[in-house]
């Protein structure tokens, strides 16, 4: 098992910024890809942004330009920068861990964007 433990969130007004960290408790190394998702109420969980196990990115058309993937394989975690942030943004974003047979995903941070 792998415990991923997300932290950052929180309220913040639009056009302002916040840098979530998702912290694994086994190497990310290994990984094909680790990833953040969001899900707004109501709505499916979608795709924010991936970085693969060689750092390629991949970002969703609606955060491209704002929001930046980056990994520390070091310290075992994965940060989401977001700048720019629109009401749209507003959701709980997850973390998700591709190891090659297994799939992990942390329990979520609130992401307000009110004014």
């Known amino acids: 098992q792998v415990q991923l433990v997300e932290s950052g969130g929180g309220l913040v007004q639009p056009g302002g910024s916040l840098r979530l960290s998702c912290a694994a408790s086994?190497?990310?190394?290994?990984?094909?890809?680790m990833g953040w998702y969001r899900q707004a109420p109501g709505k499916q969980r979608d795709l924010v942004a991936i970085?693969?196990?060689?750092?390629?990115?991949n970002y969703a058309d609606s955060v491209k330009g704002r929001f930046s993937i980056s990994r520390d394989n070091a310290k075992n975690t994965v940060y989401l920068q977001m700048n720019g942030l629109k009401f749209e943004d507003t959701a709980v974003y997850y973390c998700?861990?591709?190891?090659?047979?297994?799939?992990?995903w942390g329990q979520g941070t609130q992401v307000t964007v009110s004014s």
């Open positions: 998700k861990a591709d190891y090659q047979y297994e799939v992990y």
């Open positions: 086994r190497s990310i190394f290994s990984t094909n890809a």
């Open positions: 970085i693969t196990r060689g750092g390629t990115t």
